[in-house]
């Protein structure tokens, strides 16, 4: 309210209220212009007559006199007399309810005769400033908000009894500054708020700030100002009054339900337990506490639980760390940064907890700086002490379903506030959170870890060498988080230095796919172990896929469960099958669906197989073509699936030609292949991958013309002798004479059965890679079985005696007949 609303609206002023004067008999002797104004009639009228001939009823004169008895009452001006109300007749005939004081006058020359200023106001006016006066003087009584006038110099004028209710304050503070009892950086931040109200004018509302006095600093209050200014009755600023309104509390709740909310966020931004810990400290520390730490069961990290029984102890390993910096360290290091005055020893833990216990209790200590040491007197917890500077610590467990994971610890230094009982409530709301947090993503850990070793289990090296190829690999999963998918690759040696090389791709993600994976997977091993050819292979493989269906969809109907979720029909799988042989350089693949490989030749040229691609695998009933090529030396084969050609950044083809040009700018020709394989599919689009990414390099390598012996033999016994002669020419040649024995053994026994059973010419081949392989081959396709022999015969011990001095053999089909092989490891250097 302004100072001339003020005096305007006192319903009593001289300046602006109706005045009569009566003398001692009651008879009006005198009218004011302001009385004419008010019930609209003439002085002339007036005086003269008897002031209960203005009353609207003349029978409540005595009504009004009544009021009188009440005795003398002093108004806000210091006048003596009387208050009452009364019903007047207005001048236009209505009536008027008015206030009127009595005020008795002397002056003092006509004797003791009485005379009496009668003051009138309507009674809506009067009723209004009894209300104005009444909420003014209750307002500077009250003691829920602090109230005060300041002058234009900013000096206090007036405050209530509960103006700043804290330690330091002076008792009388009129003409003080706020400087001369607060901190004067908060002094100055009110000051130069309040006189920017008294410039402007412009009012202050909802400004919050820390009030800290000169005796008691630590901490402070938050308080919520309001300020407007006072004006002179000729509108010039006169002061500014203020209100202060405590809300520390009111503060300290919502910074506890923001703090809250952040360190909820914190906790579920990551599935990692390391870094699940590491983003909530930093949320604690600073704002919470000067230091905060998480110390964790040591199975956590690696997936497991902690035991609910038993009774060894569980060390506890500190995880994470994090001071007033926000640095955060992590285990292993052998120091970190805290605050200065809170250096933090040591990094880790190893306090054992019991893993029966239950309680989820958090622990406060506030005596820390002040605790006795003596005899007699108990130690602070080992938890506490971490921290010399601190003066106050808490701990809360980190429990999730009855299982304690750890505990979430925070320390106070220096002048921060001691820590109560509302933080430690607080921070045991926190670790429940975490405890949660923690647990899923142990959980995930745990899921993670068995998902990524499956899958490695399933899917060999990422290079590997062989005497036929150099082969390189990268394998991307859709599914980062899970590490797995249904995309497969495999190098698989075969006979005679062959080798064998296979890309599939299941439909789908996630273990489900692993697991189709794996299956496909073991069953194209055990099928190239027969020696089947590719088209074979796969015809194999489809009929395995469909009794997999199958099986499934029996197991759906008897169960009426759905289950793990089997790919089936078109989309099941699809698989490239390529064989290479190194000493005729020809490579012979089919395809089950599968895009073709690329091939980058010596000369720099990138060109694709033309396959006729079979149906994928599941569908059944359509036979699969095999192509041959022969391959340059040197060339390096590009098998991959068809997430890297389909990344939703065109068609087909032009994934195809963007991955010849990726083959070429990785220089495949001129480096090493485990150096180019991240080359090429580097830039991938970033996050998650639309399809699971597999990409198996192969360069090609041909078996020198040395590393080879062949001779025609004829299908006499007598020619036995003959072949074991050349054969032992050739080892002592190649310096093997070490394998001359077994060798001479090996090749008579072989020899001597295609002669026996299959008649016709017989070709034996020595082939030196990194075994030595020993070939006979003829014309029968009948299939050599090893036996066990009864002691009375004479045979059938040749191929024990073969199988017993081999590294490995075996027998493959062949267009003119079959083959019988032996590989022997070769000696040491």
Not at 55 to 77: F, H, Y
Not at 121 to 129: I, N, Y
Not at 722 to 742: C, G, N, V, Y
């Amino acid at each position: 309210m302004r100072a001339t609303e003020s005096n305007q609206d006192y319903p009593f002023a001289v300046t602006n209220t109706a005045a009569a004067l009566l003398d001692d008999a009651g008879t009006v002797v005198a009218w004011t212009p302001a009385a004419e104004a008010l019930l609209e009639r003439r002085s002339a009228d007036v005086c003269g007559r008897p002031v209960r001939d203005l009353l609207a009823d003349a029978g409540s004169w005595a009504a009004v006199l009544a009021q009188g008895r009440q005795g003398e009452q002093k108004g806000p001006d210091g006048w003596g007399g009387w208050e009452g109300r009364a019903t007047l007749r207005h001048g236009s005939g209505r009536a008027l309810e008015i206030g009127f004081r009595v005020i008795p006058l002397n002056d003092g020359v006509r004797g003791d005769t009485a005379r009496s200023l009668v003051l009138g106001a309507p009674l809506e006016l009067v009723a209004q400033w009894r209300q104005d006066h009444a909420f003014t003087h209750e307002l500077f009584l009250q003691g829920r908000v602090g109230l005060a006038v300041f002058d234009a110099d900013l000096r206090l004028l007036r405050t209530n009894t509960h103006l700043l209710p804290y330690t330091g304050v002076p008792v009388d503070l009129n003409g003080r500054r706020l400087a001369d009892f607060l901190w004067a950086e908060d002094a100055r931040i009110i000051d130069d708020r309040l006189r920017e109200v008294l410039h402007s004018g412009n009012p202050l509302s909802g400004f919050n700030t820390i009030v800290r006095t000169l005796d008691d600093p630590r901490g402070g209050r938050v308080v919520t100002i309001q300020a407007f200014r006072l004006q002179e009755p000729d509108g010039h600023p006169m002061g500014v009054a203020t209100v202060f309104t405590d809300v520390t509390d009111h503060e300290r709740s919502r910074g506890r339900l923001d703090l809250l909310y952040r360190a909820t966020g914190a906790l579920g931004g990551s599935l990692s337990v390391l870094r699940t810990v590491e983003d909530l400290v930093k949320v604690l520390a600073p704002t919470f506490g000067d230091c905060a730490a998480v110390d964790l069961v040591e199975t956590v990290l690696t997936g497991g639980e902690p035991s609910a029984d038993g009774h060894l102890a569980l060390p506890l390993i500190r995880m994470a760390v994090a001071g007033a910096g926000g640095d955060v360290l992590r285990t292993g290091t052998a120091h970190f940064t805290t605050p200065p005055a809170a250096a933090v020893t040591p990094p880790t833990v190893t306090e054992p907890v019991a893993p029966g216990t239950r309680e989820c209790r958090g622990e406060l200590i506030t005596d820390l700086g002040t605790r006795s040491t003596g005899p007699g007197t108990d130690p602070a917890p080992e938890w506490a002490t971490t921290v010399p500077e601190a003066h106050s610590a808490m701990t809360a467990p980190l429990c999730a379903r009855g299982i304690r994971f750890g505990r979430l610890t925070l320390w106070r230094t220096g002048s921060a506030p001691p820590l109560e009982e509302d933080d430690l409530a607080l921070l045991e709301e926190i670790a429940a959170r975490a405890a949660v947090a923690v647990d899923n993503a142990r959980r995930y850990t745990k899921e993670r870890r068995t998902a990524v070793g499956l899958q490695r289990s399933l899917l060999p090296p990422a290079t590997s060498e062989t005497p036929a190829v150099e082969a390189a690999s990268v394998y991307l999963p859709a599914d980062a988080d899970s590490g797995v998918g249904g995309d497969w690759f495999d190098v698989i040696p075969l006979s005679s230095a062959r080798v064998a090389l296979v890309v599939g791709d299941v439909a789908g993600h996630g273990l489900h796919a692993t697991a189709m994976m794996g299956r496909l997977r073991s069953a194209v091993r055990a099928m190239a172990d027969l020696e089947l050819e590719p088209e074979e292979l796969l015809a194999h493989v489809d009929d395995m896929v469909l009794q997999v269906v199958a099986e499934a969809e029996s197991d759906d109907s008897e169960d009426g469960d759905a289950g793990m979720p089997m790919p089936t029909g078109p989309a099941g799988a699809t698989c490239l099958y390529a064989v290479y042989d190194p000493v005729t350089r020809n490579c012979v693949m089919a395809s089950a669906g599968h895009p073709p490989p690329a091939v980058v030749g010596p000369d720099g040229t990138v060109e694709y197989v033309e396959l006729s691609p079979g149906p994928p695998l599941g569908v059944g009933g359509w036979p699969f073509e095999p192509v041959e090529l022969v391959l340059p030396p040197g060339s390096v084969l590009a098998l991959y699936t068809d997430g890297l050609i389909e990344r939703g950044e065109g068609d087909i083809d032009q994934g195809m030609r963007d991955l010849a040009d990726r083959l070429l700018r990785a220089d495949v020709l001129g480096r090493p292949l485990r150096q180019a394989r991240h080359d090429i599919v580097e830039g991938l689009p970033p996050g998650r991958l639309r399809d699971d990414v597999t990409l198996l390099l192969a360069r090609t390598r041909v078996m020198d013309a040395g590393s080879i012996a062949t001779w025609q033999l004829d299908a006499d016994p007598a020619i036995v002798g003959d072949a074991r002669h050349l054969a032992l020419e050739q080892l002592t040649a190649w310096d093997l004479d070490e394998l001359a024995f077994s060798t001479e053994l090996i090749v008579s026994e072989l020899v001597t059965n295609a002669i026996r059973h299959a008649g016709g010419p017989v070709r034996l081949r020595l082939i030196r890679a990194d075994t030595l392989t020993c070939e006979v081959s003829d014309s029968s396709n009948t299939q050599p079985r090893m036996r066990r022999a009864r002691n009375s015969e004479e045979g059938g011990r040749g191929l024990y005696i073969v199988a017993q001095l081999s590294h490995r053999w075996g027998s493959r089909y062949t267009v003119a007949g079959k083959t019988v092989w032996s590989e022997q490891a070769l000696p040491l250097p």
